[in-house]
Nanobody, 124 residues
Framework: QLQASGGGLVQPGGSLRLSCEAS????????MGWFRQAPGKERESVAA????????LYADSVKGRFTISRDNAKKTVFLQMNSMKLEDTAVYFC???????????????????WGQGTLVTVSS
């Protein structure tokens, strides 16, 4: 089970930090990802982090603004969002997939376990 939190209303240029706590899966052996879905649009990848946290992947639209990280001891993955834009408005989902060694995944179809989503609204 994945429980996302931290969504809310933020002004353009502002920051928000999302958290996703995992239970019932081997967190330290899972690649974790953040995805988002805006109204009328398909779900898209935002960021992913390897089992150890040593490798991260980002969508071009968020590079340099968003940072994904994880705390394996707390079974939690984070998404720090800075310099937010209107187009960042969406429901954000965290997801997990068990992986071997240094394998990485980033596409929504690669992930097996999904959280319920948290709404992020960027508006002035």
């Amino acid at each position: 089970q994945l429980q996302a939190s931290g969504g809310g209303l933020v002004q353009p240029g502002g920051s928000l930090r999302l958290s996703c706590e995992a239970s019932g899966l081997t967190f330290s052996r899972s690649v974790m990802g953040w995805f988002r879905q805006a109204p009328g649009k398909e779900r898209e990848s935002v960021a992913a982090v390897s089992r150890s946290g040593g490798t991260t992947l980002y969508a071009d639209s968020v590079k340099g603004r968003f940072t994904i990280s994880r705390d394996n001891a707390k079974k939690t993955v984070f998404l720090q969002m800075n310099s937010m834009k209107l187009e960042d408005t969406a429901v954000y989902f965290c997801a997990a997939r068990h992986a071997i060694s240094s394998a990485m995944y980033s596409r929504p179809g690669d992930f097996v376990y999904w959280g319920q989503g948290t709404l992020v609204t960027v508006s002035s």
